[in-house]
T-cell receptor, first 114, second 113 residues
Framework: AQKVTQAQTEISVVEKEDVTLDCVYE???????LFWYKQPPSGELVFLIR??????QNEISGRYSWNFQKSTSSFNFTITASQVVDSAVYFC???????????FGTGTRLTVIP | DAMVIQNPRYQVTQFGKPVTLSCSQT?????MYWYQQKSSQAPKLLFH???????NEADTPDNFQSRRPNTSFCFLDIRSPGLGDAAMYLC????????????FGSGTRLTVV
């Protein structure tokens, strides 16, 4: 069975600090997909990234970067030079092949203090 | 240019009074999902349609039903809402095949009074 663990329930940082959100997953599938979503106070889920299990390359998109390590079953998300607009709940999620379900972690609430 | 549209954005219903939430998509995706997200919790899958095939999660209460009359539309019916059903309801669409992608609507926040 699949499992996604986001051990950090809440994080507060001061604006311009870097912050890393941790995600650890469990799956028996050899092919799977990992996702990060942002959920601002308005409630919608905003897609940030998808990574498949065969692609361990790290990715950078502006101030966002992701570190995927299969050896530790982790898919961590770093925000560089955080801004107040980054304040939201961030969800890590896992999709197993053919499961037709996106299984979410419990989320990390990030507060960026001006 | 919203691709997954949920109406209404906010819904207030009375205890025990049936309510229907709607979702439409312009992506022509095979799969449509309904997730329930209670306050400070992760979204939880209620059911999904793969084309016309309905797939219910084992722990989805019987109080929840769904209809998909065509590719574009999917409805969530709550037959007798209880106070515990107050939540954000998120509709999503997906391709159903690799590479798996999911597109979420903006959600309907349901209040039961």
């Amino acid at each position: 069975a699949q499992k996604v663990t986001q051990a950090q329930t809440e994080i507060s940082v001061v604006e311009k600090e870097d912050v890393t959100l941790d995600c650890v997953y469990e799956t028996r599938d050899t092919t799977y997909y990992l996702f990060w979503y942002k959920q601002p106070p308005s409630g919608e889920l905003v897609f940030l990234i998808r990574r498949n299990s065969f692609d361990e390359q790290n990715e950078i998109s502006g101030r966002y970067s992701w570190n995927f390590q299969k050896s530790t079953s982790s898919f961590n998300f770093t925000i560089t030079a955080s801004q107040v607009v980054d304040s939201a709940v961030y969800f890590c999620a896992l999709s197993e092949t053919g499961a037709n379900n996106l299984f979410f972690g419990t989320g990390t609430r990030l507060t960026v203090i001006p | 240019d919203a691709m997954v549209i949920q109406n209404p954005r906010y819904q207030v219903t009375q205890f025990g009074k049936p309510v229907t939430l709607s979702c439409s998509q312009t992506l022509n995706h095979n799969v449509m999902y309904w997730y329930q997200q209670k306050s400070s919790q992760a979204p939880k899958l209620l059911f999904h349609y793969y084309d016309k095939d309905f797939n219910n999660e084992a722990d989805t209460p019987d109080n929840f039903q769904s209809r998909r009359p065509n590719t574009s539309f999917c409805f969530l019916d709550i037959r007798s809402p209880g106070l515990g059903d107050a939540a954000m309801y998120l509709c999503a669409t997906g391709t159903g095949t690799a590479p798996y992608g999911y597109t979420f609507g903006s959600g309907t926040r349901l209040t039961v009074v």
